[in-house]
């Protein structure tokens, strides 16, 4: 890539540059899940649903959902190991991702098909989503806070070896 940069260099590069381009597709996703259930709750013929500004909340919430949402840090190996069960952080965004996809696929079927649901369908549908990208959003929130705190407690420990090293390199 550039002169100068070891593979390894190069490989986190390209590494890091994927994973971004991974995650704008994911976003990029969840503005069209969005933008289909939008568009089926703005044929219920409610005030509420068919604002300019109810559509850009429910593309805006597929974006930040599933771009935050779907791609959790894990929590480290040793970690799992110990535990027992599930990682409800894992389980919050699987059952968020369901959820959010599962609103966006009645959407497509009924504008699709020109199917019009029952009222009650139309809201539980917008509450699919709703919940569906919060849960989303929490996990992804929650999994990237517990990675922080790991960053940050390495540091400490690491900083303290470094402050060890130098007080014992003063005192020789």
Not at 98 to 114: G, I
Not at 131 to 144: L, S
């Amino acid at each position: 890539m550039r002169e100068g940069n070891t593979p390894m260099q190069d490989y986190v590069l390209i590494s890091r540059l994927a994973h971004v381009i991974e995650r704008s597709a994911l976003a990029m996703a969840g503005a069209m899940c969005g933008t289909f259930v939008a568009a089926q709750m703005s044929k219920a013929n409610v005030g509420l649903f068919d604002s300019g500004g109810f559509i850009a909340l429910m593309v805006l919430a597929g974006i930040t959902g599933f771009y935050l949402g779907i791609d959790i840090p894990r929590p480290p190996a040793r970690q799992v190991s110990e535990r027992e069960g599930v990682d409800a952080v894992e389980m919050l965004s699987a059952a968020g991702t369901f959820l959010a996809t599962m609103a966006a696929l009645v959407s497509v079927y009924a504008l699709v098909f020109d199917e019009a649901p029952q009222r009650v369908w139309e809201f539980v549908v917008t509450s699919w989503w709703l919940g569906g990208v919060t849960m989303q959003v929490t996990a992804g929130f929650i999994g990237r806070q517990r990675a922080s705190s790991r960053v940050a407690q390495r540091a400490v420990i690491d900083g303290g070896k470094v402050r060890e090293r130098q007080q014992s390199r003063h005192c020789d």
